[in-house]
């Protein structure tokens, strides 16, 4: 199966500085990059997303880049805000197959000081 | 909100015993699936449903059966719980049609097996 990797496990910024997650995943097939926010006693929940056939994609302050002949992507987060301290998980799946199954990282503790 | 309701939402039991944990959905979606969620992990998939009674196994599905006798309801049992399924346990569902890939969770359900 598809092996996603996630770094760095924790990652402390100042209020307005810019925080960025790195993932890998190992599956050439995956095609759908999924990015989720878990607040404290929370179920995680979707912030972004990417398909294989783009190679960025913003929302607001939030950003995806996807490099697939590297197999790897990135969330980028600017003018972070204390209320962006979260975890956050990356996650892979090939969209079309396998019903929809994602593989998750083991996830990033955000935590913007202020 | 996707609709999605857990219970119970936190449950202290005995090794040996049975326990089972509900998630219901409103929305009628085909696809469901349980994921556990521990330190160090991220999330992993334990089971998932494609309809009603058509249920595959996910990466650690050993000591969980599942059941969708209703397209609302997708039941997680644990036969005889033992302390390393003390864990968080999320129901997804997948959203926006067949296969988009974009799955959203329910509040979790927290599970210590003493």
């Known amino acids: 199966g598809e092996n996603v990797e996630q770094h760095p496990s924790t990652l402390s910024v100042q209020e307005g500085d810019s925080a960025v997650i790195k993932c890998t995943y190992s599956?050439?097939?995956?095609?759908?990059f999924p990015w989720y926010k878990q607040e404290l006693g929370k179920g995680p929940q979707l912030i972004i997303d990417i398909r294989s056939n783009v190679g960025e994609k913003k929302d607001q302050r939030i950003a995806v880049t996807l490099n697939k002949t590297a197999k790897h992507f990135s969330l980028h987060i600017t003018e972070t805000q204390p209320e962006d301290s979260a975890v956050y998980f990356c996650?892979?799946?090939?969209?079309?197959?396998?019903?929809?199954?994602?593989?998750f990282g083991r996830g990033t503790q955000l935590t913007v000081w202020p | 909100d996707a609709g999605i309701t857990q219970s119970p939402r936190h449950k202290v039991t005995e090794t040996g015993t049975p326990v089972t944990l509900r998630c219901h959905q409103t929305?009628?979606?085909?696809?469901m699936y349980w994921y556990r969620q521990d330190p160090g992990h991220g999330l992993r998939l334990i089971h998932y449903?494609?309809?009603?009674?058509?249920?595959d196994k996910g990466e650690v599905s050993d000591g969980y059966s599942v059941s969708r006798s209703k397209t609302e309801d997708f039941l997680l049992t644990l036969e005889s719980a033992t302390s390393s399924q003390t864990s968080v346990y999320f129901c997804?569902?997948?959203?926006?049609?067949?296969?988009?890939?974009?799955?959203?969770f329910g509040e979790g359900s927290r599970l210590t097996v003493l």
């Open positions: 599956d050439s097939a995956s095609n759908y």
């Open positions: 996650a892979a799946s090939e969209r079309g197959s396998t019903l929809g199954r994602l593989y």
């Open positions: 997804a569902i997948m959203a926006g049609g067949t296969n988009t890939g974009e799955l959203f």
């Open positions: 929305e009628n979606h085909r696809y």
């Open positions: 449903s494609y309809g009603v009674k058509d249920t």
